[in-house]
């Protein structure tokens, strides 16, 4: 029997969407509002899931407690009123994309929970526009 089981939690964070190999005029037509040279902020919501079978003596798949703490200690707090392209070493090189934001969330956590239990990312960078990974 599998179950998932879920932790959401939150962060605020600032980033520029933007291509240093391509013009200011073409990463304005791409990436639009998002390639602001003075960067833009969210309000991302993430969700973390985790599938497996429950532990027979406790009933849990994971610990809840123990999963909101991972990502405080390893994801929140390292993104959480930051700029993503300037104060985190995540993004040295790498396009700040809702899609590899949840990318790195998920290899950040990935060695830290057992690897019997399935990991997904579901990452909310505003409340129309998510993404999942790994797809489903």
Same mark, same amino acid.
């Given at each position: 029997?599998?179950?998932?089981? &879920? @932790? =959401?939690?939150?962060?605020?964070?600032?980033? @520029?969407? +933007?291509? #240093?190999?391509?013009?200011? %005029?073409?990463?304005?037509?791409?990436?639009? =509002?998002?390639?602001?040279?003075?960067?833009?902020?969210?309000? +991302? %919501?993430?969700?973390?899931?985790?599938?497996?079978? #429950?532990? #027979?003596?406790?009933? +849990?798949?994971?610990?809840? $407690?123990?999963?909101?703490?991972?990502? @405080? !200690?390893h994801v929140t707090s390292k993104f959480d009123? $930051?700029?993503?392209?300037?104060?985190?070493?995540?993004? =040295?090189?790498?396009?700040?994309?809702?899609e590899n934001i949840a990318v790195v969330i998920w290899k950040i956590l990935r060695d830290k929970?057992?690897? &019997?239990?399935?990991? $997904?990312?579901?990452?909310? !960078?505003?409340?129309?526009?998510?993404?999942? +990974?790994?797809? #489903?």
């Amino acid at each position: 029997m599998k179950v998932k089981v &879920s @932790r =959401k939690e939150h962060f605020n964070a600032a980033h @520029r969407l +933007y291509n #240093p190999a391509w013009s200011d %005029e073409k990463n304005a037509h791409i990436f639009g =509002k998002c390639s602001n040279p003075n960067y833009h902020g969210h309000n +991302y %919501e993430i969700i973390v899931t985790l599938t497996g079978t #429950p532990d #027979p003596e406790t009933g +849990y798949v994971f610990d809840m $407690k123990v999963l909101s703490d991972l990502i @405080r !200690e390893h994801v929140t707090s390292k993104f959480d009123h $930051k700029n993503l392209n300037l104060d985190t070493e995540y993004f =040295k090189g790498l396009n700040p994309t809702a899609e590899n934001i949840a990318v790195v969330i998920w290899k950040i956590l990935r060695d830290k929970i057992d690897s &019997s239990l399935d990991l $997904k990312i579901t990452l909310y !960078e505003t409340e129309r526009n998510y993404v999942e +990974y790994p797809a #489903p």
